[in-house]
Each structure stands twice: as structure tokens, then as C-alpha cells.
């Protein structure tokens, strides 16, 4: 626990930083088998900068204690002297510069990084093959936006592969009715080769919560693969249909009277109904798993979580049943991720529903086949009541109480390691949530998330919570929908984290004392990008920066000709640390979805961390990223001002 009597107190102004901080790491863990992670190459990223070239590289959770580096420029090493920073201003560089970065252990060079060129645009851009446009069967015209994106070693060569999902432009909300594009996932290269193509068919519906993809090295083989809920017709790389190809489960037309208002349509004789057109009530569900490398699909099975008490087959009084709802409103909500549930391998989590009844499956894949882990039904004969109604438009993935092992936080309750019950808040759905050490004062994790059903929340609007138990720790009053809310460093005049939310203009410091009655007006994503310990704002394209002093957030950083993705939801492709040091990149779409780029900071910072991507939760939440209301990711540990020495993740990278 973080030691307050150790802790230097600031008085307003950020301390200066003497020199590069190089961490020393403790285990933080009592397991005795390592948590399996992928095996990645230095990252060497060099971005023009104002006095030079600025170049950063990873330092990895493998290095050796004491590791330093040494920086090469077209050939000739630079640095006479090897460095313990992670990142160097090469003022002699040019745009035409090329370097790579060198291991240093016990004086000797190791290692050595493959080139890297130099992003003389301030990005790095990955052309697109944008699908075709398309018809639905009523004639209406569409056209593909890209949207969220994972990452993964799709090769084993320890440089990423992006991922993308591509959008129609008639993707729908599942309150809405008509048809829908296929969804289409992409595979690119970082140097602009795209791997492969797989199309969902027309049986998979489009829209924010339908298809949620994951990424990971599930059989551990040291290349990644890709698992995604399909049906009949969806089809692989390289051209091999799942299920039946000639099915079509797509509603054609209809309605049903229903007695709840969302998604429904008053009638003249003021009955409330529900269109059917472009939904799928019916047919076969699938979990497939995809080869990272080709595309090809490699094993499919169906789907553990039923639409139907006895299958994918249900009427329509037994889905309002189940659900709440008879036209797959509530039923066609999906959430996903990744969790080392053992402790050493990851499993994929599937879930399904949480306005009402929530269902939540595991699945390994191993030796080539898929395999159901666990599944958890919050009415099923033994599970106490509460579990139902309490999840958010995402999840988190995170080793709450210490044993090595993932845990599934599921908005207002969570599932052990094994899927059974370990807490229930009771504080009902909630559309953002954040897991990490918000606190540091305290042991273990906390979770902040906003809430809706002000009936479900005890009219709280925002609540933090001991992640291991569900204990409240404090709220904050609302007497409507919270929708957004934010927990991240960014004073660092307080020790942890910063809470904001859309239900009051208070900013609040980690214990839920107010300390400003001004707060940012971005409540989106956090991003660590500068060279401080604080963390940024991320909102559409712009990256800003809160200044306590001032109660205001202006632009440092502005991504010029992009967009951003889900509406009003504003989020990047994907904010992922991917590549150079500890601080994140930014993936966006340029605006006429053409190409992807990719963004890195070109400032300079004395602080060094192990990658991000080999802190478990932080990876854990690069895979779930993209699921419905996407959300920031974060660490393990309390990364921010006043910070102690982060833990040494027990991990084993590669086979």
C-alpha cells in the first residue's frame, strides 16, 4: 500500500525530474506460474520533432535488470554512452534518417532492432481497401466507414497486425429497426499489406453491439488469433462458408405489440409496436475461431449463450420472457473480452444481455478446437438475486483479489475466475466504467463507473467501488441519466486519480472530495501522451491537456483530416501503447476512410516504464476496447503523480 508519509506533497507546479527514472520491479503476485504474454520486438518509432527526430523504443517485460540501450542512425551508432531512457532527441536527424536501437546487458550489445524510417508527416499512414458499396433488399444504398480496431502478432514476428472491423453506413442501434451491410474484419501489416478479409454475412447484423472481435494467442502458439461470434453464411479468408450459405434469418417485415418504449412506435390506436424488418429473431449462433496469419477459419461451435432456454430457437413470448423484449432489443446485446482465467492462458468471454438477464460463457481454444471453459446465466438455480440488470455497455478484465487469476467486472457486479458469483453492487446499468488503482492509499483496485436507472442506483449518479468486494466507497447525487464519466490522473496536486461525469460540473479527487467545481468538459477517453505522469484527454481527434490552474483543457495535439468513430461516442479506432515507449498511440480513420494512421508522441519524457502492452489488465483491455461503448484502457498499478515503484507483472513471453 502506498505510503502516505513518504509521499511529497506538491504544491501546485509539477516537480522537475533529475535524469531518466529507471524502475527496479517486486512481484506483485503470489502465483507461481507466469501469465503467458506476446513475445514483441523493440517498437524503435521515430516521429519529426521541433529540434530534431525524436526516436522511442519499448523496454520490454523480459529485459534483464539494468538493461540500457544503444541508438544507431543509418548504421552509425549516436550514442557513445548507453542510455537508460527509452526515448532520445537525435537533433542531427533528418526525415531521410533510419534507426534501429540496440540491447545493452552487462556492457554488451544484444538484440538489435529491425529499421525504422522515419514518419516525416507526423504519422504513419495505412492505406485501406474500402469494401464496395452495397444495396439492402428494399433499395436502399450503402456505403463502409472503418471503425474500432484490436491488435495482435498475427505472424509471430513481434511487431503488431491491426485489426479492423468495417462498418456499413446503415449499422443500427438494436432499438432500431431495418436492414444492414454485412460487417466486414480486415488484417493489415504496419507497412500497408492487408493479410485478409472476412465477411460476417448477412445473418450477422451491423451496429455498435452486435459485433464485439478479440484478439489474442489463445492456443499459444506465438501468433494470435481472432474469435467472433458468426452465423450461417459468414465466411472465411479464404472463401469457406460457416453453417448453411443459402440461409437467410433476416426479418423481412412486421411488427409486435410490446409494453416498453424502447425501440417501439405508438400505433394510430396507441398500442406501442416494434418493427421487425432487418432483425434476426431466429437461426443457428456460432463462436468461430479465425487463423490470425490467413484468415482461415479454424474451429466453429455454437454459441453457449442461447437465445432460447433450449438453443437459438425461442418464441416470442420466451425471448420477452428472458430478455425483456420479443424483438432482440435487449437480446442481441453483446459483449466481449479476453481473460487469463487460469492464470497463464487467455480464454475469450463471451456475454449476452444485461438490462435484464445476463449471460456470460469462457471459451479455451487449444490443440485446434474451441472448448466451453464456464457459463454463467444470472437466473439459473443457484445464483443469489441481484445479478441481473447490472451490466454496462462494456465490461473490464482484471485480477481484483490478488491470486494471479482474471476476474470479470460486468458494470455493477463481477464473476470469479472459475464464472461464479463474487459481488453484486446492485446499482444497475451503466454506460462507462473505469478499473485500475485509482486510489493508491488503499489496497487493491477500485472501479468508477456512471450509472442510469436512478431507481436501480439509489439516485446515484457515480460511484466508486472496491473492485475485489463491491463495497461502496463513495457516490455522487443525480436525479437523471449519468451517460459519461472519466476516472484519471490529471491534477498532480492530489495523489491518485480524478473522477468526473456528466451528472455534475464537480471534479473529484480519488477519496470523492470535491476539488473544483470546474471540471473537463471532455469526458471520453485518457491517454498518456505527454512527458509527465498526468494523463491526457483524448476526444474525436483532439488531444487535450486539463490545467488545474486554469479550469480548462486547450488542444496540444490535433489529428488534422481524420474522424472519429460511433457517433457522439467520439473514440479512435484504437488508443493502444503499440509501438516506442510507455506513452500511447492513436489509430484513426482520415475521413474518407482511405487509410488508417497512426499517431506518436514526439515529446520527449525522463520517466521509463516496461510496455504497457505487457501490463495484464492494460492488455486485457486492448482486447475489449472495441466492444460496444468502447472505453479507455488502463494499468495494473497507480501510474500517475506521486506513483511508487509499479509491480513486476509475472508474465512469460512468447511459446
Request: proline share 4%; aromatic share 10%; no cysteine.
Amino acid at each position: 500500500m502506498f505510503d502516505l508519509k513518504r509521499h511529497l506533497k506538491h504544491s501546485g507546479a509539477i516537480l522537475p525530474i533529475l535524469g531518466a527514472l529507471t524502475l527496479s520491479f517486486t512481484s506483485a503476485h503470489a502465483q507461481t506460474s507466469p501469465r503467458q504474454m506476446e513475445r514483441l520486438d523493440r517498437g524503435v518509432v521515430a516521429v519529426s520533432a521541433q529540434d530534431g527526430i525524436f526516436v522511442s523504443w519499448r523496454q520490454l517485460g523480459d529485459d534483464a535488470k539494468g538493461t540500457t540501450y544503444a541508438l544507431y542512425r543509418d548504421g552509425q551508432k549516436i550514442t557513445p554512452k548507453a542510455l537508460k531512457s527509452t526515448n532520445f532527441v537525435d537533433k542531427k536527424g533528418t526525415p531521410a534518417s533510419v534507426y534501429k536501437v540496440a540491447a545493452v546487458v552487462k556492457g554488451k550489445e544484444i538484440a538489435t532492432s529491425p529499421e525504422a524510417k522515419v514518419w516525416s508527416a507526423g504519422y504513419l499512414n495505412i492505406p485501406l481497401n474500402k469494401p464496395a458499396d452495397g444495396t439492402t433488399p428494399d433499395g436502399q444504398a450503402y456505403s463502409y466507414t472503418a471503425n474500432d480496431a484490436s491488435v495482435g502478432d498475427l505472424d509471430g514476428d513481434g511487431r503488431y497486425e491491426i485489426i479492423l472491423k468495417w462498418d456499413p453506413t446503415n449499422a443500427k442501434d438494436n432499438a432500431h429497426s431495418g436492414y444492414t451491410g454485412n460487417v466486414l474484419i480486415d488484417a493489415y501489416t504496419l507497412e500497408g499489406k492487408q493479410l485478409w478479409r472476412i465477411d460476417l454475412g448477412h445473418n450477422i447484423r451491423a451496429g455498435a453491439h452486435y459485433t464485439q472481435f478479440q484478439v489474442a494467442d489463445y492456443d499459444g502458439d506465438g501468433k494470435a488469433e481472432l474469435i467472433v461470434k458468426t452465423a450461417d453464411g459468414s465466411k472465411d479468408a479464404q472463401g469457406k462458408v460457416i453453417g448453411d450459405a443459402n440461409a437467410n434469418w433476416v426479418e423481412s417485415g412486421g411488427e409486435l405489440a410490446q409494453n416498453d418504449r424502447t425501440g417501439s412506435v405508438v400505433a394510430p390506436d396507441g398500442r406501442l409496436m416494434a418493427q421487425l424488418k432487418g432483425r434476426i429473431l431466429k437461426g443457428p449462433e456460432y463462436l468461430s475461431v479465425f487463423e490470425g496469419s490467413t484468415g482461415r477459419v479454424l474451429d466453429t461451435v455454437d454459441f453457449a449463450n442461447t437465445r432460447g432456454s433450449k438453443g437459438f430457437e425461442a418464441t416470442g413470448d420466451e425471448m420477452k420472457e428472458r430478455w425483456g423484449d420479443a424483438y432482440a432489443n435487449r437480446s442481441d446485446r453483446y459483449l466481449a473480452g479476453t481473460a487469463w482465467l487460469d492464470g497463464v492462458h487467455p480464454s475469450a468471454i463471451m456475454a449476452r444481455g444485461y438490462y435484464a438477464r445476463t449471460t456470460v460463457s469462457a471459451y479455451d481454444f487449444k490443440n485446434g478446437k474451441l472448448s466451453l471453459r464456464w457459463y454463467f446465466d444470472s437466473k439459473a438455480d443457484g445464483v443469489p438475486d441481484g445479478y441481473s440488470s447490472q451490466g454496462n455497455h462494456q465490461l473490464s478484465v482484471a485480477d481484483v483479489n490478488s491470486d494471479g487469476k482474471d476476474e470479470i467486472i460486468y458494470g455493477s457486479m463481477a464473476l470469479s475466475s472459475d464464472g461464479k458469483p463474487l459481488w453484486t453492487a446492485r446499482l444497475g446499468h451503466g454506460d462507462a466504467m473505469h478499473v485500475s488503482d485509482l486510489d493508491p492509499t488503499r489496497p487493491g483496485l477500485e472501479k468508477f463507473g456512471v450509472h442510469e436507472s436512478m431507481r436501480d442506483s439509489g439516485n446515484r449518479g457515480s460511484a466508486m467501488l472496491d473492485a475485489r468486494t463491491g463495497e461502496m466507497l463513495w457516490s455522487t447525487p443525480a436525479d437523471k441519466d449519468t451517460g459519461r464519466g472519466v476516472s484519471a490522473d490529471i491534477d498532480p496536486r492530489h495523489l491518485g486519480t480524478e473522477s468526473w461525469a456528466s451528472n455534475s460540473s464537480n471534479l473529484y479527487n480519488a477519496k470523492g472530495e470535491i476539488i473544483s467545481d470546474k471540471r473537463p468538459r471532455s469526458m471520453n477517453f485518457a491517454i498518456w501522451w505527454d512527458g509527465d505522469l498526468t494523463r491526457e484527454l483524448l476526444d474525436s481527434n483532439k488531444i487535450f491537456k486539463w490545467d488545474w490552474k486554469t479550469n480548462d483543457s486547450p488542444v496540444i495535439f490535433e489529428m488534422a483530416d481524420t474522424t472519429s468513430n460511433n457517433g457522439t461516442k467520439s473514440n479512435p479506432a484504437l488508443q493502444a501503447d503499440i509501438l516506442g515507449d510507455w506513452r500511447e498511440e492513436v489509430i484513426m480513420r482520415t475521413t474518407d476512410n482511405t487509410a488508417l494512421r497512426i499517431y506518436s508522441t514526439n515529446i520527449p519524457t525522463t520517466y521509463r516504464f516496461t510496455t504497457l502492452m505487457h501490463d495484464p489488465v492494460y492488455r486485457a483491455g486492448i482486447a475489449w476496447q472495441n466492444t460496444a461503448y468502447n472505453q479507455p484502457p488502463h494499468v495494473s498499478y497507480y501510474l500517475g503523480e506521486g506513483m511508487k515503484t509499479p509491480p513486476k507483472a509475472n508474465i512469460k513471453v512468447g511459446k
